[in-house]
C-alpha cells in the first residue's frame, strides 16, 4: 500500500490513465526502498512483478561466468523494468541493481497484464519499449562484433548523447557526467581506454566536460565518426 506522498504521477508509461485508475495502482502497488548496491531483482528468478522506478537510479545487469559486470541498460525515475517476466513467465533476463538510494513501486504481473488488456494505449507503449529494447541490443552486437574498442565507445557515447539531444539540436548535455566503468562495462572495454577516447574527443573539440555534465559539442561529427567506421 502506498505511504504519504508515494505517487506514480510522473511515470510517463502510466500518462494514458485517469487519476482515479492511476489512484487505484498506486494502492495495489508494494513500496520499497533500497540503498546503493541492493539487489532489486536477481538473474533466473521466478519473480514476475513489474517494477516503476519513482526516485533513484538503478542498473540492469548480468555477469559473466569471471564475474565481470556487464551493463545493459540505467533507468532513472520514471523507468519501467520486469516488463519480459511478466509477459512471457520466463525466469528474470537480467538483474537490476540499485545504484544509489531508491524508491521502486511493483505490481503483480496479473495487474500489469490486465492494464494492458483494460488500456491498449498502455499497451501500445509497451511495444514501442520492446522495440526500442531489440534496435539498441542490435546496433549493440554489431557494434560489438564489428568495431574495435575505441569506435565501440565513440558508439555508445553517441547513443547516450541522442537519448540525451534537445528536438533538432546538433549538441547534447549528458547529466549525471557517465561513469568511465559504465561505459566500460555496456562496451565490453576497460575503464583506461574510455578515458583516452574522451581525452581524444576532447582533444578534437567534440566533447567537453563541465561540472555535473558531459556536454556532446558536434553531433554530426560523431555520428560521422561512428558512421564511417561501421561502412568498412
Do not use: C
Amino acid at each position: 500500500m502506498t505511504g504519504p506522498g508515494n505517487t506514480l504521477a510522473d511515470i510517463p508509461f502510466l500518462t494514458p490513465l485517469d487519476e482515479s485508475a492511476r489512484s487505484a495502482l498506486e494502492q495495489r502497488a508494494r513500496w520499497v526502498r533500497y540503498t546503493a548496491n541492493d539487489t532489486i531483482i536477481d538473474r533466473e528468478t521466478e519473480s514476475r512483478d513489474v517494477y516503476f522506478v519513482v526516485e533513484g537510479r538503478v542498473r540492469v545487469v548480468n555477469f559473466s561466468i569471471s564475474g565481470r559486470e556487464i551493463t545493459f541498460d540505467e533507468m532513472t525515475p520514471g523507468g519501467v523494468f520486469g516488463e519480459l517476466a511478466a509477459l512471457d513467465g520466463m525466469p528474470r533476463s537480467a538483474a537490476v541493481v540499485a545504484l544509489n538510494d531508491t524508491l521502486v513501486a511493483s505490481i503483480s504481473p496479473d495487474t500489469f497484464v490486465n492494464l494492458l488488456r483494460d488500456h491498449p494505449d498502455l499497451a501500445i507503449g509497451v511495444m514501442q519499449e520492446l522495440t526500442k529494447i531489440v534496435r539498441t541490443a542490435t546496433e549493440r552486437i554489431m557494434d560489438l562484433s564489428t568495431l574495435g574498442a575505441h569506435n565501440r565507445v565513440h558508439s555508445e557515447i553517441l547513443r547516450e548523447a541522442r537519448a540525451h539531444a534537445d528536438g533538432d539540436a546538433n549538441s547534447a548535455r549528458i547529466s549525471p557526467i557517465p561513469v568511465h566503468a559504465d561505459i566500460a562495462a555496456r562496451v565490453s572495454t576497460t575503464r583506461e581506454t574510455v578515458a583516452r577516447v574522451l581525452s581524444d574527443l576532447t582533444k578534437q573539440e567534440l566533447v567537453k566536460r563541465e561540472k555535473d555534465a558531459l556536454v556532446i559539442l558536434d553531433l554530426e561529427r560523431l555520428e560521422d565518426l561512428v558512421e564511417e567506421v561501421r561502412d568498412f
